[in-house]
């Protein structure tokens, strides 16, 4: 079987996954603002519990629970405070837990670099539980819940991912980073690049929460920072010398794999949102 033949196998797989999946996180983001916190929510607890897991993986000793609950604790909190929950001066109260990670790394007996393992469980919190902490503000950007802006990011996302995989396949031929991972092509990049731009096009004929240019520009960023979010995940795995995060959806891989891009693209658009 060629390699083509191959990737196109693997649909058996990732086409149930992914509509199970969309459809959940659709119903959840649509639902209201408990709907898209609790999706968002478990989305980013499984993401963060599987960097430490390749991180442990790489002989490193990061606190797995204890990162993954303030992780959880981040998102929980800056949800509360974008919604007006609750008051800003509680995210205060984030400093002092996460200060507690050294106080256990202290207590740890036989560790060689503590102070490197303390930096993966930073590490985990900054690369995974901030970006999705930020996806709190451009929900709440207008002082109430919108749903329009981030389900508009998840389908130009979801539409470049299904672009890129198929114009790979059809086209690709010159690869646009080899070194970090061998089966991406200009040409996939590209044909990703001009399905996510259809898809904020079509975003901007039914959804006023921007305007038709500030969704193309919208793509452009979620595109061209999504592509370079699933290269760092990549450079990662590499290093690792592994080809999936884990095994949790089918198809696709793990949480990681799944929601690489959005890692990257959640500062651009919160940073985008907020400056206009």
């Given at each position: 079987?060629?390699?083509?033949?191959?990737?196109?196998?693997?649909?058996?797989?990732?086409?149930?996954?992914?509509?199970?999946?969309?459809?959940?996180?659709?119903?959840?983001?649509?639902?209201?603002?408990?709907?898209?916190?609790?999706?968002?929510?478990?989305?980013?607890?499984?993401?963060?519990?599987?960097?430490?897991?390749?991180?442990?993986?790489?002989?490193?000793?990061?606190?797995?629970?204890?990162?993954?609950?303030?992780?959880?604790?981040?998102?929980?909190?800056?949800?509360?405070?974008?919604?007006?929950?609750?008051?800003?001066?509680?995210?205060?109260?984030?400093?002092?837990?996460?200060?507690?990670?050294?106080?256990?790394?202290?207590?740890?007996?036989?560790?060689?670099?503590?102070?490197?393992?303390?930096?993966?469980?930073?590490?985990?919190?900054?690369?995974?539980?901030?970006?999705?902490?930020?996806?709190?503000?451009?929900?709440?950007?207008?002082?109430?819940?919108?749903?329009?802006?981030?389900?508009?990011?998840?389908?130009?996302?979801?539409?470049?991912?299904?672009?890129?995989?198929?114009?790979?396949?059809?086209?690709?031929?010159?690869?646009?980073?080899?070194?970090?991972?061998?089966?991406?092509?200009?040409?996939?990049?590209?044909?990703?690049?001009?399905?996510?731009?259809?898809?904020?096009?079509?975003?901007?004929?039914?959804?006023?929460?921007?305007?038709?240019?500030?969704?193309f520009v919208a793509?452009?960023?979620?595109?061209?920072?999504?592509?370079?979010?699933?290269?760092?995940e990549s450079l990662?795995?590499?290093?690792?010398?592994?080809?999936?995060?884990?095994?949790?959806?089918?198809?696709?891989?793990?949480?990681?794999?799944?929601?690489?891009?959005?890692?990257?693209?959640?500062?651009?658009?919160?940073?985008?949102?907020?400056?206009?």
């Amino acid at each position: 079987m060629t390699s083509d033949s191959k990737r196109f196998s693997s649909l058996n797989q990732r086409v149930p996954t992914a509509i199970v999946g969309a459809l959940a996180i659709i119903g959840g983001v649509s639902y209201g603002m408990w709907g898209y916190f609790a999706v968002f929510l478990i989305i980013g607890g499984f993401s963060l519990w599987e960097f430490y897991r390749l991180a442990i993986m790489d002989e490193m000793a990061p606190l797995k629970i204890w990162g993954t609950i303030l992780g959880m604790v981040l998102f929980s909190v800056s949800f509360l405070i974008e919604a007006d929950i609750i008051d800003p001066k509680y995210i205060l109260l984030a400093f002092p837990l996460f200060a507690s990670v050294f106080l256990i790394k202290l207590y740890k007996k036989g560790e060689t670099k503590p102070f490197t393992h303390v930096a993966y469980t930073y590490l985990g919190i900054v690369y995974v539980s901030i970006p999705f902490s930020l996806l709190n503000v451009i929900v709440f950007d207008m002082g109430h819940y919108r749903y329009q802006v981030i389900l508009g990011m998840l389908f130009i996302l979801w539409a470049s991912d299904t672009g890129a995989y198929f114009s790979g396949i059809l086209f690709g031929k010159k690869k646009l980073f080899e070194r970090v991972s061998p089966k991406k092509t200009w040409e996939g990049s590209i044909g990703g690049g001009v399905l996510g731009l259809i898809m904020a096009y079509v975003f901007s004929l039914y959804f006023s929460d921007l305007t038709m240019i500030q969704w193309f520009v919208a793509a452009a960023l979620i595109v061209i920072a999504g592509t370079y979010g699933d290269l760092v995940e990549s450079l990662f795995k590499r290093s690792i010398a592994i080809k999936d995060s884990g095994e949790s959806l089918p198809g696709h891989g793990g949480f990681l794999d799944r929601f690489d891009g959005l890692l990257l693209a959640s500062p651009f658009m919160a940073a985008f949102i907020k400056l206009i």
